[in-house]
């Protein structure tokens, strides 16, 4: 059975750093690209990084780039997020998702998703 | 403002047909396949349809989706209570080079 665990999440002032992580099983996970969304409290869902299946391929939304970086090690079956200079924006529930395809753009779905870990960025 | 337009809210009562729809452009779903994720409430999202309208195994054939152009359409027959949630379209786009969602579609069931 495919799982992803996020860790990592809390609560931390604005201006400062946090390193999500996911952890997944069940797959062989270097044959795959892996992203992250978030859903902010009530509101939808954001894409926010994702990255190919060798970290090639790296992609950011706008709301976070220059300030997240995304990598894997894929010695360990781990996805990260690093996020510095936090905004109260950034405030949401962040979840990892396993794609469909090694790459991490274009023809590709989200399947499944983690449960979740959630950031709150408040002083 | 989402890139991809979708009806905040829809309803039916159970065994009926709805459909919610999901605006695009030329630059996401114009060129890109559409894939619909089902949020049940207080849960992560789910999979639903994947390549405008494949479904994943385990998922009724109850769902459907479709794309035409720059818009596509997830429908549900023989609406249950169980299909209340949120419903989101996604795809990637060109211009933008970032996965594009649409801000949701709450499904009530009366």
């Known amino acids: 059975e495919v799982q992803l665990v996020e860790s990592g999440g809390g609560l931390v002032q604005p201006g400062r750093s946090l390193r999500l992580s996911c952890a997944a099983s069940g797959f062989t996970f270097d044959d795959y690209a892996m992203h992250w969304v978030r859903q902010a409290p009530g509101k939808g869902l954001e894409w926010v990084s994702g990255?190919?299946?060798?970290?090639?391929?790296?992609g950011y939304a706008d709301s976070v780039k220059g300030r997240f970086t995304i990598s894997r090690d894929n010695a360990k079956n781990s996805l990260y997020l690093q996020m510095n200079s936090l905004r109260a924006e950034d405030t949401a529930l962040y979840y990892c998702?396993?794609?469909?395809?090694?790459?991490?753009?274009?023809?590709?779905?989200?399947?499944?998703w983690g449960q979740g870990t959630l950031v709150t960025v408040s002083s | 403002q989402s890139v991809l337009t979708q009806p905040p809210s829809a309803s039916g009562t159970p065994g009926q047909r709805v459909t919610i729809s999901c605006s695009g452009s030329?630059?996401?779903?114009?060129?890109?396949?559409v894939n619909w994720y089902q949020q049940l409430p207080g849960t992560a999202p789910k999979l639903l349809i994947y390549?405008?309208?494949q479904r994943p195994s385990g998922v009724p054939d109850r769902f459907s989706g479709s794309k035409s152009g720059t818009s596509a359409s997830l429908a549900i027959s023989g609406l249950q209570s169980e299909d209340e949630a949120d419903y989101y379209c996604a795809a990637w786009d060109d211009s933008l080079n970032v996965w594009v969602f649409g801000g949701g579609t709450k499904l009530t069931v009366l």
């Open positions: 390549s405008n309208n």
């Open positions: 030329s630059s996401n779903i114009g060129s890109n396949t």
């Open positions: 998702a396993k794609g469909a395809r090694g790459a991490a753009a274009g023809t590709d779905w989200f399947d499944p």
């Open positions: 990255i190919s299946w060798s970290s090639y391929s790296i």
